[in-house]
């Protein structure tokens, strides 16, 4: 079964501090891995797409890294607008179309 | 604005109600999701549309539960009978063939 795990639940960061949110994933042949972010109370926002081990994606201070297993999304210098719940999220390659969603990471960042 | 638009925003209902949620895709994009998202949790998959046809629907959809495209253009969610179970963040997202999906900001559902 399709499934994607987040670490931490929750993450604390001083201003400035950097970090990386861990996502890990079992699909059964991966199609792409998507990450979002997510405020209180809106729907996700959409951040990255990643396809294949190996690539990268950057924007501004985040930067989202894939491997076979899993995913990071790396935090340098973050700022207090940065406070949010990143999701991850998986689409498998087989027949039928939906995104496996995992529950989140937390990150505050404190001024 | 030219992103997914959910129409409402906010809705309290008494348990036993009907209600019925509206989506409205990005315009080219021909693939529709419903997800469901409760405190603390990630979206939750209910039903997914290729143009007017629903190809794939959640165990997590019961028989209260109804979900249409018409035309292939907006959605509509039904939930019949409503239970304080039921409450939570209902997310429409909508993407161009095999690509990322951009979601709408969600309906809030309180059932009292």
């Known amino acids: 079964e399709d499934q994607v795990t987040q670490s931490p639940e929750a993450l604390r960061l001083q201003e400035g501090e950097s970090s990386s949110l861990n996502c890990s994933y079992t699909?059964?042949?991966?199609?792409?891995l998507f990450w979002y972010r997510q405020d209180p109370g809106k729907g996700p926002e959409f951040l990255f797409t990643?396809?294949?081990a190996g690539e990268e994606k950057e924007k501004e201070r985040l930067k989202a890294t894939l491997t076979k297993k899993e995913s990071f999304l790396h935090i340098t210098a973050p700022k207090p607008e940065d406070s949010a719940t990143y999701l991850c999220?998986?689409?498998?390659?087989?027949?039928?179309?939906?995104?496996?969603f995992g529950t989140g990471t937390s990150l505050t960042v404190i001024p | 604005d030219t992103g997914v638009s959910q129409d409402p925003r906010h809705k309290i209902t008494k348990r036993g109600q009907n209600v019925t949620f509206r989506c409205d895709p990005i315009?080219?994009?021909?693939?529709l999701y419903w997800y469901r998202q409760t405190l603390g949790q990630g979206p939750e998959f209910l039903t997914y549309?290729?143009?007017?046809?629903?190809?794939?629907k959640s165990r997590l959809l019961s028989d209260r539960f109804s979900a249409e495209r018409p035309k292939g253009s907006f959605s509509t969610l039904e939930i019949q009978r409503t239970e304080q179970g039921d409450s939570a963040m209902y997310l429409c997202?909508?993407?161009?063939?095999?690509?990322?999906?951009?979601f709408g900001q969600g309906t809030r559902l309180t059932v009292v």
């Open positions: 990643l396809y294949s």
């Open positions: 315009s080219e994009h021909n693939r």
């Open positions: 999220a998986v689409q498998a390659m087989r027949a039928g179309n939906q995104f496996y």
């Open positions: 699909v059964s042949g991966l199609r792409g």
């Open positions: 549309f290729q143009n007017e046809a629903q190809l794939e």
């Open positions: 997202a909508s993407s161009l063939r095999d690509t990322e999906a951009f």
